[in-house]
């Protein structure tokens, strides 16, 4: 079974241009979720989705953007790049469903990545 | 505010040996904790997840506790190999309105040396 798959693995942008990272899930996974990471900060919430529809959503401006297919493919997009969003950028699959109120106790699985470099 | 506070930050110890890694929370309510192990430029994987009633899991050489009265948990690697050099993370989850909301500690990054 394949696991989830995130591209590019690498890419450098200056600042001021955007850019868009993709994520396909497990095959049968429909929850998606996307994550910073930065030597400083850690592994900080973006957000997340769920049959086409974002259910939560971290603490970061709205230059930070995302969507999820129908095919539970998700892309994030960041907009007007600055030198601090150099970061990784995880993204997880999960099978569950949430139910609103109640936290999910399945596991997250992680793609290896997106690492950008901003210039 | 929430938080997730892991300790030591960095642990450098020698292959066979044992050691364990802390984390304190304040995330309330409380749902489970993970704990998940992130080599170089790589993802993280899940070693362990637990939830209130439980408070030892183990997966292979890791071992994990937890008690929710302290708010705590530990990571026990016992006879470390080399491949064990990583970050281990441990994140928390708590109920929200809107479902589940993750917590993550910055990570203690092991080395494991000869």
């Known amino acids: 079974k394949a696991g989830v798959t995130q591209t590019p693995r690498y890419l450098i942008k200056t600042r001021g241009q955007q850019v868009t990272l993709s994520c396909s899930p497990i095959s049968g996974h429909r929850s998606v979720s996307w994550y910073q990471q930065t030597p400083g900060q850690g592994l900080q919430f973006l957000f997340e989705y769920f049959s086409e529809t974002q259910r939560n959503k971290g603490n970061f401006p709205g230059r930070f953007s995302g969507r999820q297919f129908s095919n539970s493919r998700s892309e994030m997009n960041v907009s007007t790049l600055e030198l601090g969003d150099s970061a990784l950028y995880l993204c997880?699959?999960?099978?569950?469903?949430?139910?609103?109120?109640?936290?999910?106790?399945?596991?997250?699985?992680f793609g290896e990545g997106s690492r950008l470099t901003v210039l | 505010k929430n938080q997730v506070e892991q300790s030591p930050q960095s642990l450098i110890i020698l292959e066979g040996k044992n050691c364990t890694l802390q984390c304190n929370y304040t995330v309330s309510p409380f749902s489970n904790l993970r704990w998940y192990k992130q080599d170089t430029g790589r993802g993280p994987v899940s070693l362990t997840i637990m939830t209130f009633s439980e408070n030892t899991k183990s997966n292979g050489r890791y071992t994990a506790t937890l008690d929710a009265d302290t708010k705590q948990s530990s990571l026990h690697i016992t006879a470390s190999q080399l491949s064990d050099s990583a970050s281990y993370i441990c994140?928390?989850?708590?109920?929200?309105?809107?479902?589940?909301?993750?917590?993550f500690g910055t990570g203690t990054q092991l080395k494991v040396e000869l």
């Open positions: 994140v928390v989850s708590g109920v929200t309105g809107g479902g589940n909301k993750l917590t």
């Open positions: 997880a699959s999960s099978p569950d469903w949430r139910i609103p109120g109640q936290a999910n106790t399945g596991e997250l699985f």
